[in-house]
């Protein structure tokens, strides 16, 4: 399910657009899980780069509407980070127990 997941972008723009790229992706970090959706935004990421810098304008607007239709986490990171822990309490937002008597 999740190697289906990674080949999305490569079904939704169709194999033709990938004939003449060849890629290597490593990643490191995080889960199996988290490891999947970044190699799937990676490969979405650089076909778009790879149409505007070799391609045409067009092709590059018609395969981020194809991707942008389907999924915006293709191309749009999520920002959503672990907060630091603070002081005066056990996470980032509890805090102690206080009392007044």
């Given at each position: 399910?999740?190697r ?9 723009a ?88």
């Amino acid at each position: 399910m999740l190697r289906l997941k990674a080949f999305e972008p490569i079904l939704l723009a169709g194999r033709s657009r990938f004939k003449d790229i060849d890629m290597r992706i490593r990643v490191r970090g995080g889960g199996k899980t988290s490891q999947i959706y970044s190699i799937r935004q990676a490969i979405a990421k650089s076909l778009v780069a790879y149409y505007q810098k070799y391609v045409d304008e067009a092709a590059k607007k018609e395969v981020k509407e194809i991707f942008g239709r389907y999924d915006r986490t293709l191309l749009v990171a999520d920002p959503r980070r672990c907060e630091p822990k603070k002081f005066g309490g056990r996470g980032a937002r509890a805090r102690f127990q206080k009392s007044y008597r």
